[in-house]
């Protein structure tokens, strides 16, 4: 082909591409980790994700702030970090009224907005009269299915998606959020390799934090089954997309709300936490599919990302400012690896994840991944991490590897196990990722890395001071103000250690120790 008549309908491609908005397709597991055929895992089988990659984008550095449901899709649908957005910082929160998402706005902008199973939440999304908010639009759960296990839903995600379809008006833009439920927990245990076809010998690597035995590695093949169950329902949705000759103009982006349910890791700031899957797919608008991006990505990016693709103006959506940057640049680029070399690091953190402590306190955090290391700084390193003891540990979901390592150290005190998932932990942590990716070594007290030490805290700390951040005004106590948004829960505690009789459906029975545990000197 002539090189200039080439470059002309190149031009012209691009430019039909940018004046018809893409449809979006965003697929988010609840609790998956980095753990996809796309990342050389074998031991879950991901076609579908692993698709969407090879035909798109796929990232190996994108980070949620916070490694819990409600505020990390707080941080996605707002564009702000957590510690930006009030209540909505906390798990189960009432989500204050100032702060819109970008499902709202284009659902405002005549975009035919829906979702499956679960958008924002758990928590109370309320506008100012009172009235539920469509935080991500209109909801299609009609449609049901047999599931594999009887811990998986019954939702039919792909059908309900097809309803969706079929609901949208014609020459409107759409956005669908597809929110599974899985590999969230209760699991049925075994099921991995009863009825998954999987043994425990698939499993290449036990995290150094967990003991390496049957019990963790079907506990860990349970988790495996369930995000395979995810794909499957992408694939269905990617497959109906292809039918319906609308996949070439659909944005797909499939991704986790944060790290797996497991101890020491979903509701925590370690690597495993918040760093999580992701793979964009758009064939008319990704330039040089197959390429591997390494950027530092944040969840936040993605609401300027979608603003953007919609053809609005960051003010004509009267959402909050954002600190996020669209990703609009690693489509239109055909680089891989580094794009952009200023987006070289991310901020994480957390308040309260969960109540079980006294005045339903939290455990908050801030955290900066930066230049191959991971800076921890625990503000309130005297409360325990997890939840107290005697109410469960109620910031770490029960299963089977919980409650291993939890009889364990009733059996032994000083297992290292129970110490690395639910002790104390000291004010300051250091890791160095590429040496310490499982967050073994605490460096933050080595004369070695001292240097590395301050200038992570002191950017971190000058970052969320031009954020707002209220604990750099030492002002965090307010976090732990904002009313838990579940009644049964509030004051959890003190209404437990008085014998009233509690239900805490996310933990098992034997995770509540029949007193409190005196912390090790």
């Not at 899985?182 to 010998?201: D, I, N």
């Not at 959506?317 to 680029?333: C, D, H, K, N, V």
């Not at 009889?407 to 998932?421: D, I, T, Y």
């Not at 070695?448 to 707002?468: C, P, S, V, W, Y």
């Amino acid at each position: 082909m002539n090189l200039r008549l080439f470059l002309l309908l190149a031009l012209l491609r691009a430019s039909a591409a940018a004046a018809t908005p893409p449809n979006i397709l965003f697929a988010i597991a609840d609790d998956w980790s980095v753990h996809a055929g796309a990342y050389g895992t074998k031991w879950v089988k991901t076609p579908a994700f692993d698709r969407v990659a090879r035909e798109g984008l796929l990232f190996t550095r994108v980070y949620t702030p916070n490694a819990k449901c409600a505020p990390s899709r707080a941080c996605i649908l707002t564009g702000r970090n957590s510690w930006q957005l009030k209540e909505a910082a906390n798990h189960i929160c009432y989500f204050p009224v100032e702060f819109k998402g970008w499902g709202e706005a284009l659902a405002e902008h005549g975009w035919f907005v829906g979702y499956t199973m679960k958008g924002w939440g758990p928590g109370v999304a309320n506008d100012a009269s009172g009235k539920p908010r469509l935080m991500t639009g209109r909801p299609f759960n009609a449609r049901k299915a047999e599931p594999p296990t009887s811990a998986i839903s019954n939702d039919d995600y792909a059908a309900n998606f097809e309803d969706f379809l079929d609901a949208a008006p014609a020459g409107k833009p759409w956005c669908f959020w597809y929110g599974s439920v899985e590999p969230h927990r209760p699991y049925e245990f075994g099921s991995g390799v009863a009825k998954g076809g999987k043994q425990l010998s698939d499993i290449d690597r036990v995290p150094a934090y967990w003991p390496d035995n049957d019990a963790v590695r079907n506990d860990l093949l349970d988790y495996a089954f369930e995000v395979e169950h995810f794909d499957r329902h992408l694939a269905r949705m990617l497959a109906t997309l292809e039918k319906r000759g609308l996949l070439d103009n659909t944005l797909v982006i499939a991704t986790s709300d944060h790290g797996m349910p497991f101890p020491r890791v979903k509701g925590n700031a370690y690597e495993f936490a918040n760093h999580v899957p992701f793979a964009a797919m758009w064939k008319r608008g990704i330039a040089k599919p197959g390429r591997v991006i390494d950027d530092f990505v944040s969840f936040i990016d993605l609401a300027p990302t979608f603003i953007e693709l919609a053809g609005l103006a960051w003010a004509e959506t009267q959402m909050a400012e954002s600190p996020g940057r669209s990703l609009t640049e690693f489509f239109r680029s055909e680089k891989s690896g580094i794009v952009n070399p200023a987006r070289d690091h991310v901020l994480t953190g957390k308040e309260r994840t969960d109540i079980g402590r006294q005045n339903d306190e939290g455990y908050p955090i801030r955290a900066i991944v930066k230049g191959g290391f991971l800076y921890v700084q625990n503000f309130e390193p005297a409360r325990w991490p997890a939840g107290n003891p005697e109410t469960g540990y109620l910031d770490c979901d029960g299963g089977a590897t919980k409650s291993f390592i939890l009889a364990a150290h009733r059996e032994n005190p000083s297992n290292q196990f129970w110490q690395l998932c639910f002790g104390l932990r000291p004010g300051e942590e250091l890791y160095d990722l590429k040496k310490d990716p499982d967050c073994m070594r605490n460096l933050a007290g080595d004369p070695a890395t001292a240097a590395t030490r301050a200038a992570l805290h002191d950017a971190m700390f000058a970052e969320l001071t031009q954020q707002g951040d209220p604990r750099m005004a030492g002002n965090g106590s307010v976090f732990d103000r904002y009313p838990h948004a579940n009644p049964n829960h509030v004051n959890f505690y003190e209404r437990f250690m008085r014998g009233e009789k509690l239900k805490a459906p996310w933990v098992s029975d034997s995770d509540f120790e029949k007193a409190p545990l005196i912390p090790a000197k």
